[in-house]
């Protein structure tokens, strides 16, 4: 069954590093998401992105924010600048049309800022 | 900006028995109620959604209730079993439908 991957699983960095977190959606999907969670709280819309531009971001988003899908399979989050409430798992989703289609979350990537 | 109010925060139920999770939006043009499920190191999962021209759907023991005009919609797992222990995430669109706001999550633990 094809499935949304992430790399790293789990990222540490020193605060003011930048990060790059890799996404791989599923083949045939168009539309990507990039959501975060802090531990123990809910989950929170970053971003949405399709056809190769954002589509819809949140106030979360700010200019330390970008996303970038550099070929036809990855797609990726960069922060520049890490701060250290960064810190959170970071997950990918796709889907394969607009938003009543099921988005499939990828596993997460744990990013630590020290 | 969309605000989505679920509740109770945790849950403990017996096996066997009803699960009830509620949520509560504030005004969205776009009609789509998802709710997912996680379990604890993985990304969440679609469990069930709506699209409210009905004010009901089922699958399976999971069904989805929809009340438009209060603009509510709640999760029901019947014969709630151990394995359901999880948390439940609801959400709803923004009105461009463009973005999904989560609620705050529900923890449930099912006992057996």
């Known amino acids: 069954e094809p499935e949304v991957t992430q790399t790293p699983s789990h990222q540490v960095t020193q605060m003011g590093q930048e990060v790059i977190l890799r996404c791989v959606p599923i083949?045939?999907?168009?539309?990507f998401y990039w959501y975060r969670q802090i531990l123990g709280q809910k989950v929170e819309f970053l971003v949405s992105?399709?056809?190769?531009?954002?589509?819809?971001k949140s106030e979360i988003f700010d200019d330390q924010f970008s996303v970038e899908r550099p070929d036809g399979s990855n797609f990726t989050l960069k922060i520049r600048s890490t701060k250290l409430e960064d810190s959170a798992m970071y997950f990918c989703?796709?889907?394969?049309?607009?938003?009543?289609?099921?988005?499939?979350f990828g596993p997460g990537t744990r990013l630590t800022v020290l | 900006q969309q605000q989505v109010k679920q509740s109770p925060q945790s849950l403990i139920v017996q096996k066997g028995g009803i699960s009830i999770i509620n949520c509560a939006y504030e005004?969205?043009?776009?009609?789509?109620f998802p709710w997912y499920q996680q379990f604890p190191g993985k990304g969440p999962a679609l469990l069930i959604a709506?699209?409210?021209?009905?004010s009901e759907k089922k699958e399976g023991r999971f069904t989805i209730s929809f009340n438009k005009s209060a603009k509510q919609f709640s999760l029901h797992i019947m014969d709630s079993q151990p394995g359901d222990s999880a948390t439940y995430f609801c959400?709803?669109?923004?009105?461009?439908?463009?973005?999904?706001?989560f609620g705050g999550g529900t923890r449930l633990m099912v006992k057996p």
């Open positions: 992105f399709y056809n190769n531009e954002i589509s819809e």
């Open positions: 005004n969205t043009a776009f009609d789509y």
């Open positions: 989703a796709s889907s394969p049309g607009p938003l009543n289609n099921e988005q499939f």
């Open positions: 959400a709803a669109p923004n009105n461009a439908g463009n973005m999904l706001t």
């Open positions: 083949s045939n999907h168009l539309y």
């Open positions: 709506i699209r409210p021209d009905v």
